[in-house]
Structure formats: structure tokens, C-alpha cells
């Protein structure tokens, strides 16, 4: 029992410094106001019971993310300590019973059992925690995509002016100097100054084969009390909606290459035609490691694709990273070159292709190419959308939705075209 205690106190104490410090998302504006229903069940001086009558939600088929902010949204339609009015009678809701609430008012109400009063409720002000992501798989992701859904969602319900965290440090020093008895705030005054949203809405995502199970809880920042809790297992995303959010850091020095990369032979190598051959090099690596990615080719133009290099198809969202780097070295000097294929969120056949352009040298050489300064390649638009099957974008660089990119160089910018080229430790950063 005591360490269930302590669990539970040190959920509340995380969440509360969690949220703390808070700014609004929204844009500032008259807040949107919720009218319930509420039959009087009995009303004394400036104290009223009313039984409400709860609405019904919207249905989200198909939505497990939109069913789970339903959830929410009906357990927070009315919580304790938020203002409301009633008839033009301003009041407070002092206490919540499943769909019974009491509310005081500033003046007394002269009500009989049995009156059906509409109860205004202002939107709600939320901070959406950080998930705790309890993992056995590789889709590390999972945690902050079902996050950023389920806000969305929420601020989609028009229930909800949705925060974010920001600077903590000093309120946390406060609240813990209060409570330690060093100042002469009490610590219910320090309390006060967290007051920046109604509610905290934290949990843990545990993925499963197949699925994921959610469990939520919701807690009333006034009170301190954890009002309710959502739990639900069910398969959260499509696979095609999950996205590695890693920095990649591949070196090659595993026994086994990740499957996202491409290894393709084209042509007789040995027989010195045409050729292109993507594999593994065991011999040599930057930075005194063993092993690389090699990539061998013999090309006359018009004879093979125009690019030579590496794939990863692997999608990825790359919000978090401002670049890409990786050392690269040749047998001779070539113009090299780094591309990104994005996709748009509305319409994943819709795609732009990105170029970033890189000078290969000899000997193993670290380059980064940051994100800002890749440009659209026009050939693309023109008629490599086509070649693939799919249509050209709406020209702006959707980071988040990486489709693939790929390493080496393109024929048509380099005379003579044959050699070798070696990459390595790839991997995404950020300054």
C-alpha cells in the first residue's frame, strides 16, 4: 500500500512541475463557451444540485486516437473549482458527482426541484504531458506521434485551449521552498501560481505485437486529485503512419545492414561494361573502423540511371534535425550528391525531390549538409514525379514526412564516370 502511495504521489508531483510555466498554443481571442443542461434536484441560499443531462459525442470510427479525446472530453466537461454561470448568476463548482455537480454562486438562486437551468462552462485549459513510452519494439516514435494526434485531436474537439511547457525551474523552487517551510508562502500560494491550466493530461503508452495499450489519467490542477482515468488497448497507427524519428547513426560495423538501405547490381562488373554494384565494404572505414558502404560503377551516360549511389527507404520524420552528415571518400575526385524525397501529408503520391550538391575527394572526409540549403530539383517536377508513378508536390520541404534520400553522384555533372565510392557514420543532427 505504501508503495502505491508513493507511486501515485510522485505521478502527481511530475505532472504538476510538468506543467508549470505554461503559454497557450492558441491564439488569443474570446474563449469558446460549452451550455450543458441541469434539472435542480434541490437549492439552498447560494448552493444548487443539479443533475446534468451529458451530450452526445461525436463518433470517431476507425479513430482510435479520436475516440480516445472523446474520452476526455466527457470526463471533463464540468470539473471542480471552474468557474461557471447560471442564468447570468456567476458561480464556482464546488463539488462533481459523476453527472451531479453542485455550484455556489456569488447571489442567491431561488429554484424548485425539478427546474432545468443551462449551465455555461468556459473551454478548459489543458497541458498534455510527455507520454511515458514502455517499449519492446523499435518504433521508439510511437509515444510522440500518439501525443501530437491526440492534441490535435483536442484542440479539434473546440473543447480546449491547449499549453505547452516552457521555463519550470523557478516555480519549481518556489513550490518546493514552500513546502519545505523555509519561506512564509504557504504552499497552497505557490499552488496558485501553477493555476495556468485547468487541467494535466499524462500517461504511459506500452507497445505491444500489433498494438499498443494507452492509459491515461486526467488530473484537476486546482484539487490535486487525478479525476479520471482512460485506458485502451488498441492498434494506435496504420503502419504507413509510423515514422523513425532516430538520428540513424549507421556505421556498418553490425553484421547485418539494416533492410532501408538499397543494395542493388546492375550490369557485368567483371566483364568492365556498364555497371553499378551497392554493397559493404569489410576492408576499410573512416576513422580507423572496419567496414563501409561501397558503392562501384562504370557509366556511360544514357546507359543507366542518371544517379549512382545509395538508397534508404526507411520514412522518417526529421522535425527535430537540422541536417545530415556523413564521411565520404573516391578513387577519384567526383561531384557528389545528397538527396531527400518528401512527401505532402494530404497526399502521400504527391512528392518533391530535394538536392544538396558535395565535393568527394580521396581521402575520408566529414561533410554536413544542412536541411535549409537543399534546393528542388526541377527535373523532378518535369519528369522524374512521372517515372516513379507519382506526382510532383506542392514545392515546399515537408522535413516530417522523409520519404527516402540517398547518397552518391549524379552522371551528367561528372565527365568520367568510373570508380569507386566509399560512405560512412551517417547520421542526422542538430545544432
Not at 58 to 74: C, D, F, H, L
Not at 109 to 117: E, I, N
Not at 359 to 373: C, L, S
Request: one cysteine or more; glycine letters at 10%; aromatic letters at 8%.
Amino acid at each position: 500500500m505504501k508503495i502505491r502511495i508513493y507511486v501515485l504521489t510522485a505521478f502527481f508531483c511530475f505532472s504538476l512541475f510538468s506543467c508549470a510555466g505554461l503559454t497557450t498554443t492558441e491564439k488569443s481571442g474570446p474563449e469558446s463557451l460549452l451550455y450543458l443542461n441541469g434539472t435542480v434536484k434541490n437549492q439552498s441560499g447560494n448552493e444548487i444540485t443539479l443533475q446534468l443531462k451529458i451530450p452526445e459525442l461525436k463518433k470517431t470510427p476507425n479513430s482510435p486516437i479520436g475516440e480516445i479525446a472523446q474520452e476526455v472530453v466527457r470526463k471533463s466537461l464540468v470539473i471542480e473549482g471552474i468557474s461557471v454561470e447560471t442564468d447570468r448568476n456567476q458561480g464556482v463548482v464546488k463539488e462533481v458527482y459523476g453527472d451531479t455537480v453542485k455550484v455556489e454562486t456569488e447571489k442567491p438562486a431561488h429554484y424548485t426541484a425539478g427546474t432545468v437551468l443551462k449551465l455555461k462552462i468556459p473551454k478548459k485549459v489543458i497541458a498534455v504531458v510527455d507520454f511515458e513510452v514502455i517499449t519492446g519494439g523499435r518504433e521508439k516514435e510511437a509515444g510522440r506521434v500518439t501525443l501530437e494526434d491526440l492534441t490535435s485531436a483536442l484542440i479539434d474537439s473546440g473543447q480546449f485551449i491547449i499549453v505547452e511547457r516552457s521555463k519550470i525551474k523557478s516555480i519549481m523552487n518556489e513550490l518546493q521552498l514552500s513546502q519545505s517551510g523555509m519561506t512564509k508562502e504557504k504552499p497552497e500560494q505557490a499552488m496558485g501560481k501553477l493555476l495556468l491550466a485547468d487541467l494535466i493530461l499524462t500517461g504511459t503508452l506500452a507497445e505491444m505485437r500489433g498494438g499498443g495499450e494507452i492509459n491515461l489519467r486526467l488530473v484537476n490542477v486546482r484539487t490535486g486529485q487525478a479525476m479520471s482515468a482512460i485506458s485502451m488497448k488498441t492498434r494506435l497507427f496504420k503502419p504507413s503512419e509510423m515514422r523513425d524519428t532516430g538520428s540513424l547513426d549507421e556505421d556498418f560495423e553490425g553484421r547485418f545492414l539494416n533492410p532501408a538501405w538499397l543494395l542493388r547490381s546492375k550490369g557485368d562488373k567483371h566483364g568492365k561494361r556498364t555497371f553499378q554494384v551497392v554493397g559493404i565494404d569489410s576492408t576499410t572505414g573512416s576513422e580507423g573502423s572496419r567496414r563501409s558502404l561501397r558503392i562501384d560503377f562504370n557509366i556511360e551516360e544514357g546507359k543507366i540511371n542518371k544517379f549512382i549511389g545509395a538508397e534508404n527507404r526507411k520514412k522518417r520524420d526529421l522535425t527535430f534535425y537540422d541536417g545530415v552528415e556523413f564521411y565520404v571518400k573516391a578513387t577519384e575526385n567526383f561531384h557528389g550528391q545528397f538527396d531527400v524525397l518528401t512527401s505532402q501529408p494530404d497526399d502521400p503520391n504527391k512528392m518533391d525531390r530535394w538536392n544538396g550538391f558535395i565535393e568527394i575527394g580521396k581521402d575520408w572526409e566529414k561533410v554536413r549538409i544542412p536541411f535549409g540549403q537543399l534546393i528542388l530539383n526541377r527535373g523532378w517536377i518535369s519528369e522524374g514525379a512521372n517515372k516513379r508513378g507519382a506526382l510532383p508536390g506542392d514545392q515546399v520541404m515537408h522535413i516530417e514526412r522523409v520519404e527516402e534520400f540517398r547518397i552518391g553522384v549524379n552522371v551528367k555533372n561528372n565527365p568520367d564516370i568510373e570508380g569507386s565510392i566509399w560512405i560512412d557514420k551517417i547520421r542526422f543532427y542538430r545544432d
